[in-house]
């Protein structure tokens, strides 16, 4: 059987895609690392794993060893060069930080304030939206994984944008996101008392994600397109719900929007388009690989409205590896991942 | 003393301005009134206020006759009769329903559904609020209170559409709520298995709101102001915030803009300025009557982001009646208002 | 493949039992049916299926007639008949109600107000509880699932029972639920704005699982088992945690507890003893079906104190009635119930 | 004016006082210190307080220096020393820490490691709860503010234990509070993703509010009493309910309790005894200094089930406080604490 390593297992990005490879029926885990955990069991660190895994953190060295496919789940600028000795070792290698994300150096530069350590690798790396990438995926042995905030900005515009339907200056996406994308790291703003009851925007202009919305619709648009990106925290754990404005370029109804949706993801699992009428919402698509979209028009009838819904930690993080893990794999892209969202 | 009173005491609304007015200093309560709970101790039907008052629910009528003020917080179409009455009878009256906020009738039948019952009533009307309108406040006998939503969008823009330094058409509204302002009645969206751990937006195109914030800018600007609304609901009981985009006709910068609204605020007593590089934040204001603006530009510096925010239930409802009423009693603008969000 | 149906399936103890019944490995849903919803499809009401099933509520006959194994999830006193009809009809029937928990009419009648109307019927059922009654439940047709804080509480208590080594007057279990336990049905105190921020008991000495719990426990420990019970409602969606308190009929120190437990429950696959000096979380086992029971004596060692903690909508409801259809149809009794919880 | 200071102003509780304190009609704040803020203003640190405060965190000597009333909001360990100080130049000192909440010495050096560091200044100190002690802490110039839990049970005892009604072994405590009561510091227990949506006990057997309830009530017993103490972290902000089962020694009826209760706090403002078959929530009391207590029997009425719940910020803490200093004062015990508890 195909054996996956998580390198920085005791975040919450690479605990979650524990919990879901635990439970991928095709994959088992040959290792996980984790530095300032080495040597301790999982189910210590999440006691949700007692009598499910015995697995002990390990180094990263042992899961580029032991492994087959390398998922990295670590801050930024750490993954380059784990994903160098993967590469070398002929391993498959999805980065789920940000190293691999943007293909402008400038632009990493400017917004992350480093160069490109192995730039040669970053001609090598596919970018994972599958719904987007999926035939270039099926060939790629290094995954950047997309950004949260990004994957439900780009799922929300690309049938537009494919379609030139609409002006590519000066959309917006007003973004509100669960805290656990904030990580496990404590943090005054996440502190209980702090961040119960109450919302906030936060990095306003200033979101790492925004160059990468930016490029990839761009990539998606074949021209320019800018975005005005804020995101917001929300007083949950799980969840982000984007609402997404844009003008089009002629007047457009809703059904013809619904259609072109509807096509556009007829063929793609895990992207549904809520019918007319109806407004996606964030506990329709919690703890599942689904992205709910649904489409609206200002009361002037002269704005389109989007508002796309994913699991920040699912279809935003570990879900999307792993469904980029099924398509290099050759397994069906919805292997592992069909569980529904508990809607209470 | 004064007599204050208040018809529909057993809402969300109308119990909130009872317990404000409990600790008002130069108030008391002449009578309370609920269709449903006549002949019922309010402290009944809601237990905070166990050994703080003593108060029975008695009709309509009583309300008008024992008290000086008058206000209504009741359904739209409820209170133009009543307001009739209390105005007829040389009364006070400040609705805090949506009966008397716009004044174009055919925008109020596209939006209610329904003729003015009382057309004449409607030029006696002043809209509330109290940092625009405060001079002709002083005069009225009839107050339209603001809505939610408008107060805190209003509050937002009010400097640059006073000084004609952004376009009137595209502005856009992302607001979000907090659960009060759904009110009492039972609902499944707000049951709290379906509303907790969730989020989404709601009316999207269609809110009643939105006539109200168009009518009130344009009246701001002088001139016709388009806007797109769209209202969320946050899982947590109380606070709007608002994140509102313009665009500059004139390339800005913060400390301009900061200049700007801090003078234009300066002696308006519940309205706070943010210092450049802090972010509004719901957790500041809620439960107290301020509303706090904090002013951004998107990462290309082509778009103004204002965030403004308000305790729905206080400066978006209760606390701005009183405010209107010191106004017209002639009490200090902050009388029984000077009370401090707790942060945490 | 056997065909499972859900009569009910519109409540949240139905829902939820879908939700699991798609992902089930072994099983395919023949048929649901619901009252209310009559001619409905389900992901029409629970958007959280859309794109995963297409069902229809149908009849109760349909149910019936179409499946293999019939679930009943209804209030109390619907079930009796159905579950005639099904047993005449030789299916299986799991009933997830409280028809068929008590075997003491008497106390049926006193605690639920009405007879037994097939009285035959209760000598065939047997009550579901797998780490107590798995031997009876494999030769059963007709289980009577248990209510969620008797599981809770019979699994915290079982080990000290079943080994007499504690009082059996005056045990207190101290409980505490999330909201999605009172159901779908609106009701104020399960409105979001009433139910946020709080927290209190209710039901207090009269909560209908009393006599449940007392029968089973006295059924477990083979003499009279005397409980105080109080119920709170948490303001949260899911989870039940059990603070028991029960006197030592001789001192014990918490290594001869975790042995007893331990070894007690080797071989049940859902119940994890956490290792002493560690607590039971609700988050550990939220969306599970697992039970996490930690052991603990009060400051002076007098006094043993049991924190058991379940998934309510799971090994309190649905999947714990998977777990007796496992188990009856010779499946392995963790099948499709494998899942891990998120933990955040 | 009376000046008022505060020593550990930029902690919850010291906060909580602040913003208490600014609203008090018969005081003014002379004076805030914060070791680690020193030199800040307040309202940089706690932006509720915008425009209300201009107070900058001195040191400690300052706050002596310049006030009459010293309060200490403190880890256990640091008032000692401060308070001597402030005694020592005739101020009034009102610790909120736990150093003189214990009269015997051994216990506090069992429970928190070390010995009293000003043995003398314990003769002096009162317990201040001013439903016990109103007539000593008339006469004190050093009040040890009782912890939050043993307010919650105290209050919800005192009247049983005062009348020699309950048994005095195996009281048992199963207390609950909001995440307030772990201060502003951060803890993964307390990081939101892990604290929300969960709900666990803590420091069973081991929390250092058992001697201080154990003491207290046995002095209002006038004999020896012992509790088992739970506490358990609710996901909320604010709020502590406290569930007490007692043994009656003879039968009793819920008219009975419920006349003893009235009559016993009869002339005491904070607490109120609800009408039979009402139960106690957080919620009507929250953000206020109110003491809500119900009274109920188990359904074999054969055990008394106390709910008891307060603020544990208020009542709990800095509301107590200012009671106690409203009475050395002279002042009505309610002054500046009269605000109602906004129930939504």
Redesign the interface.
């Known amino acids: 059987m195909i054996k996956a390593g998580i390198i920085g297992a005791t975040g919450?990005v690479g605990?979650?895609l524990l919990?879901l490879l635990?439970?991928h029926p095709l994959i088992e885990i040959g290792a996980i690392s984790s530095v300032s955990f080495e040597g301790q069991e999982i189910n210590k660190i999440?006691?949700?794993?007692?009598?499910?895994t015995d697995l002990i953190c390990e180094t990263m060295d042992d899961v580029i060893k032991k492994c087959d496919v390398i998922f990295t789940a670590l801050p930024h600028g750490l993954s380059e060069g784990i994903a160098k000795k993967a590469i070398d070792s002929n391993k498959i290698c999805i980065d789920m930080g940000a190293d691999f994300r943007l293909t402008d150096e400038e632009e990493y530069k400017l917004w992350y304030g480093k160069d490109f350590s192995e730039p040669e690798l970053h001609n090598q790396s596919v970018y994972g939206l599958p719904e987007l990438n999926k035939e270039k995926i099926k060939e790629a042995s290094l995954i950047a994984n997309p950004g949260c905030y990004p994957t439900s900005i780009e799922l929300g515009l690309m049938p537009l944008l494919k379609n030139s339907l609409i002006e590519l200056k000066?959309i917006?996406c007003?973004s509100?996101s669960?805290?656990?994308g904030?990580g496990?790291g404590?943090?005054?703003n996440?502190?209980?008392?702090?961040?119960?009851?109450?919302?906030?925007?936060?990095n306003?202009?200033?979101h790492r994600h925004?160059p990468e919305i930016e490029e990839m619709l761009s990539t998606i648009a074949q021209d320019k397109v800018?975005v005005?990106?804020?995101p917001?925290l929300?007083?949950?754990?799980?969840?982000i719900?984007s609402?997404i404005?844009c003008?089009p370029k002629e007047e457009v109804n809703l059904e013809f929007l619904h259609k072109l949706y509807t096509d556009f993801y007829k063929n793609k699992?895990f992207v549904?388009i809520?019918p007319i009428g109806?407004?996606?919402?964030?506990?329709?698509?919690?703890?599942?690989n689904?992205c709910?979209i649904s489409l609206?028009?200002?009361?002037?009838k002269d704005?389109i409205?989007i508002?796309s819904?994913i699991d920040n930690m699912i279809k935003g993080a570990a879900g999307q590896a792993i469904q980029n893990m099924n398509i290099i794999l050759g397994f069906d892209e919805t292997e592992g991942l069909?569980?529904?969202?508990?809607?209470?």
């Not at 996440?190 to 936060?202: I, L």
Request: charged share 20%; hydrophobic share 35%.
């Open positions: 919450y605990a979650e919990r635990l439970n999440y006691k949700n794993f007692l009598s499910k000066g917006i007003d509100k669960g805290t656990t904030a496990r404590l943090a005054l996440t502190h209980f008392p702090e961040e119960n009851e109450t919302f906030a925007p936060y306003i202009g200033g925004t800018t005005t990106f804020t917001h929300l007083p949950i754990n799980r969840g719900l609402t404005y003008n699992p549904e809520l109806e407004t996606a919402s964030i506990k329709n698509i919690r703890l599942s689904n709910h609206h028009l200002n009361h002037r704005q409205i508002i819904t069909n569980f529904i969202a508990p809607a209470f």
